[in-house]
């Protein structure tokens, strides 16, 4: 089992900032592949960014491609989401959620069932 816990969510204005982490515990950090997700209210929970488990792979949704960085320490369990230039469709509960990878280092999950594990999310709200 793996543990995931998200925070660093809030209520910003447009055009701000916000650095989401998620603490992750109860496994070997480094095995897995992490993803960012979001939902927002009356819509599907949709991917957002990827990271392989080395971090020599990322992958982002072309909606927060050159806003969002992804990133992860693996010596302290934790991956992060730099959100920059947020706008109000950003707004919605954005979850971590964790892929057990067997192999590749490289490889960035992008499909909500590929994986295993998730935190319970955090919110966020930019207003206009």
């Known amino acids: 089992q793996v543990q995931l816990v998200e925070s660093g969510g809030g209520l910003v204005q447009a055009g701000d900032s916000l650095r989401l982490s998620c603490a992750a515990s109860g496994r070997t950090f480094s095995n897995y592949a992490m993803g960012w997700f979001r939902q927002a209210p009356g819509k599907e929970r949709e991917f957002v960014a990827a990271i392989s488990r080395s971090a020599r792979g990322t992958f982002y949704a072309d909606s927060v491609k050159g806003r969002f960085t992804i990133s992860r320490d693996n010596a302290k369990n934790t991956v992060y989401l730099q959100m920059n230039s947020l706008i109000p469709e950003d707004t919605a509960v954005y979850y971590c959620?964790?892929?057990?990878?067997?192999?590749?280092?490289?490889?960035?999950?992008?499909?909500?069932?590929?994986?295993?594990?998730w935190g319970q999310g955090t919110q966020v709200t930019v207003s206009s």
């Open positions: 959620a964790a892929d057990r990878q067997y192999g590749s280092t490289w490889y960035t999950p992008s499909i909500k069932d590929e994986y295993n594990y």
